[in-house]
């Protein structure tokens, strides 16, 4: 993850899970920054940080038979965008009992994402909202939140990393 610290940008290695196994789940990823613990989080800086990717996967929501005489399985849709090689996504980090995590922030899917993805997607920064995000006000952070652009965006697969074909 990117974040500040003392007025400069540092590289930091973080596990994904904001929460640090203190909920059901691991917190990957969050979505209503109105419940009161992610805005406890949306509303201060130094809690905010970017998630540096040059693409993500969202699975297909069918399965696929591969013609293998193995049980169908779900692929992999690879989405990237295509005016910045290695963009930035919303993210919160805080320090937990075993080290620092993070989640990536979501908000509504847009409409390259939605086939595969209908419930949301990952908060895709503008390279000029970076300093927004780290820098704003909640009301800012919020505004954010948005689908990024489609047409800046290309999709490839489905791929089936875990079996030749």
């Known amino acids: 993850m990117v974040r500040e610290q003392d007025g400069e940008r540092a590289w930091d290695v973080m596990t ?36 540096p990717l040059t693409e993500f996967a969202e699975f297909t929501p069918e399965k696929h038979d591969l013609g293998d005489g ?9 989405f990237s965008v295509t005016d910045q090689p290695v963009f930035a996504v919303a ?15 979501t908000c509504d899917p ?9 419930k949301a997607m990952i908060t895709i920064l503008e390279p000029e909202d970076i300093e927004t995000w780290l820098h704003g006000s909640y ?5 954010l939140q ?15 990393p875990t079996r030749r074909v």
């Open 16 to 51: 994904w899970d904001v929460l640090g196994g203190q909920a059901a789940w691991p917190m990957t990823n969050v979505r209503n920054l109105k419940l009161p613990q992610w805005r406890k989080l949306a509303e201060k800086p130094e809690n905010r940080c970017l998630v």
């Open 146 to 160: 948005k689908p990024y652009d489609a047409s800046k965006m290309t999709v490839r697969g489905p791929v089936f």
């Open 110 to 118: 847009n409409e390259l994402v939605a086939p595969i993805h209908p």
């Open 139 to 143: 009301e800012d952070v919020v505004a």
């Open 70 to 78: 193995k049980p169908p399985l779900k692929g992999e849709m690879w």
């Open 91 to 105: 993210g919160f980090w805080q320090h937990l009992k075993d080290g620092p995590g993070f989640t990536m922030v």
